[in-house]
């Protein structure tokens, strides 16, 4: 059972959008919850998901009546660039344009399924909908992400995560250049109030902090820096939103105002460079680095 109170970006939508958006879950399945009986609004069966739902509202959503979600296969046609592993765990470095896990939209071809023919035991590591995921990237950002293969490692990392002690360093080429070389970006970050398919700066979100240091600046075609960020926290799309929250936002993400004609870019520049961690089981002291994805190497050279 899923309990939300509907926040500010959710006032006034209609019930099965926020239904789809919460379970993450289709429009369609949303609406056949609704229809079965699987929703409550203030207590009150809903009985159609046209309904327009007003912030402060409570909803109940019965997940147990919705279609079983298939798991995950093995797909050997998805190629990952394996970077290291061992019986715990596996370093791969990321594609654009590959996303994590299966969800609304994705069914298959996913870096799961690609990691379950390889390494066929990740099935067993943490949510069976997405086995061995403990943190992801966006479908457009490349780099480093690690995965568990084994339920204690699983365990060990989301700790170790939640504890800040995942050290996760990206590097972005972001519009404009920052008034000041270095500096921490503290602010909460939430499902934005005009979109809620989109996230923002708001009150009401949740913590989120981004360090931030500018590696280099350039003019041509217009000004545009290249920034190094490490994350303290992990919100969804935290580096994208923070910088387009001080007016640099990442060259070529559409979805928070970085792509311009200028400087035309295919997915959001951003690429997760170095991560180090404590290895979840033995202790030992992991660090690695990922090369800058040609893409952007070929974007930065236009760059001066």
């Not at 296969?73 to 019986?87: G, S």
Request: include cysteine; charge should be negative.
């Amino acid at each position: 059972m899923l309990n939300e109170i509907i926040p500010a970006a959710l006032n006034d939508q209609r019930l099965d959008r926020i239904v789809a958006l919460v379970a993450d879950v289709s429009r369609a399945s949303a609406a056949s919850l609704i229809q079965a009986g699987g929703v409550v609004v203030d207590g009150v069966c809903a009985e159609t998901g046209k309904t327009k739902i007003a912030e402060g509202q409570s909803i109940s959503i019965d997940t147990a009546l919705l279609p079983k979600k298939e798991l995950p296969t093995a797909d050997a046609t998805v190629i990952l660039d394996v970077v290291y592993d061992d019986t715990d765990i596996v370093v791969i470095n990321k594609n654009a344009g590959l996303v994590v896990h299966p969800g609304a939209g994705n069914p298959t071809g996913t870096m799961v399924n690609g990691a379950l023919a390889m390494f066929p035991e990740m099935a067993s590591a943490g949510d069976p909908l997405r086995p061995g995921v403990v943190h992801r990237l966006d479908a457009g950002t490349t780099g480093l992400m690690v995965m568990a293969k084994t339920q204690a490692a699983y365990e060990a990392l989301v700790d170790a995560l939640s504890k800040r002690e995942v050290k996760r360093t990206y590097l972005a080429l972001v519009w404009g250049h920052p008034t000041v070389l270095s500096g921490t970006i503290d602010a909460p970050i939430g499902r934005d109030q005009k979109d809620p398919t989109r996230m923002g700066v708001v009150v009401d979100g949740k913590a989120a902090r981004t360090r931030f240091e500018v590696k280099s600046k350039f003019d041509l075609p217009l000004p545009s820096s290249l920034v190094e960020c490490n994350l303290e926290t992990g919100r969804t799309h935290q580096i994208r939103v923070h910088l387009e929250s001080i007016g640099h936002p990442v060259v070529g993400d559409s979805t928070y105002g970085g792509a311009r004609s200028s400087l035309s870019a295919p997915r959001p520049m951003l690429h997760a460079a170095q991560l180090a961690f404590l290895h979840p089981i033995s202790g030992q002291s992991m660090s690695f680095e990922a090369e800058m994805p040609d893409d952007m190497k070929a974007l930065l050279a236009r760059c001066s």
